[in-house]
């Protein structure tokens, strides 16, 4: 039985498609609690319907009677009024997604078109788009005859890595979405991927009219990350690395949108150079956090699984293992080529196995870059 109890142990991804598999409408942009709620609407709402198929069919012949004794003009009456109930049925979600855009912008007016997207974890982007409504007229005017029938949608696109070009991408699916909302959750699998998204409109018989493209941005590999990201106040913990994965130092021409994007979500900037962004300022400040030491240095984890009470050794050096027999060591990774040999011999030494790890290291550090000093300007 689905309670709000139940629910709320799930993950946003679960719900995700408990919601998808009610055809809970909108469930893309919702999150954890709001899909609890629509889920829970949805679910008495067909429960309902249920008992009241069930209460219908026990009475077939007083309703034969019913349908009896009206006459034609209560049947022609009760017709019109089914069809009229019938052409509301399907719920018609409005199909200009400038709506939201348009009322929160300030003056009430979009002053340029701009399609974001962010990673929040391996298998979820999350979209946001202010768009300007000469590009839903444009559409409009380029589909014609095609654009009753035209629905707005999120085209996912797969970029193969290093290549930005129109060559290298390829369409994915398309992802029907809705006016009056200015964001969406999209799923994606096989992490780690590029993508890239485009916002359009797609009539029923494929023509697509493409209104605006996103930036291009990596999924981290599976187990980098393992939660939701459920609002702006997770992604000012860490936006850093959100804006990383969501291409903001790529250089493309998207991530200027994106800065924006973020420099008005978190209130406040984050710079366009190395200068701006890590604050050079003046020579007192830095004379008062003294000389700049900066050391890096490297080591190696081996780690693996053996027979409970097998004796392994790495190097000649034996190696600890834990009650289900895996272990896990730390080992020095100087500079220079490595040859580390793993031995392992089971119990009574009548069988042994040898794994050979070869590994090189090369450092390199590069010259020193200074810059000059700069005050922090008065804006």
Request: some cysteine.
């Amino acid at each position: 039985m689905i309670t709000a109890d139940s629910l709320r142990t799930q993950t946003c991804k679960d719900l995700a498609q408990i919601a998808k598999k009610h055809k809970v409408d909108g469930w893309h942009s919702m999150r954890k609690e709001q899909l609890i709620m629509a889920i829970l609407r949805v679910v008495r709402r067909n429960n309902a319907a249920k008992k009241g198929a069930t209460s219908g069919s026990r009475q077939p012949r007083k309703a034969a009677a019913k349908k009896t004794a009206t006459g034609k003009g209560k049947q022609s009456a009760d017709h019109e009024s089914k069809r009229q109930v019938e052409l509301k049925l399907p719920n018609q979600l409005p199909k200009d997604v400038t709506t939201a855009c348009s009322q929160q912008a300030e003056g009430g007016e979009v002053k340029k078109d701009r399609f974001v997207v962010m990673v929040r974890d391996s298998y979820w982007l999350h979209a946001c788009w202010e768009l300007r409504r000469q590009g839903v007229e444009r559409a409009a005017a380029a589909l014609r005859h095609d654009w009753h029938t035209a629905k707005p949608v999120i085209r996912l696109l797969s970029v193969s890595a290093d290549d930005t070009t129109n060559a290298s991408e390829r369409v994915l699916r398309d992802i029907p979405i809705h006016g009056g909302v200015n964001n969406w959750y999209i799923d994606v699998s096989d992490p780690p991927s590029t993508y890239r998204l485009d916002i359009g409109y797609l009539a029923e018989n494929g023509r697509y009219y493409s209104l605006a493209r996103s930036n291009r941005v990596t999924t981290p590999p599976a187990g980098a990350c393992d939660t939701l990201d459920e609002n702006w106040r997770d992604v000012a913990a860490n936006f850093d690395s959100v804006y990383a994965l969501s291409g903001g130092y790529s250089g493309e021409s998207g991530a200027g949108d994106l800065q924006e994007l973020f420099e008005e979500r978190l209130r406040r900037p984050m710079g366009a150079s190395v200068v701006t962004r890590f604050g050079i300022a003046s020579e007192e400040m830095h004379e008062s956090y003294g000389a700049f030491h900066f050391e890096v240095d490297a080591e190696m984890i081996v780690y693996g699984v053996a027979t409970p009470g097998s004796h392994v050794t790495l190097r000649g050096r034996p190696v600890e293992l834990r009650e289900d027999g895996s272990f896990t060591l730390r080992v020095a990774l100087p500079d220079g080529r490595q040859v580390c040999p793993i031995v392992a011999n089971n119990a009574n030494g009548t069988e042994q196995r040898t794994t050979v790890l070869a590994l090189e290291r090369n450092t390199k550090s590069l010259e020193t870059l200074v810059r000059e000093p700069q005050q922090p300007s008065a804006d």
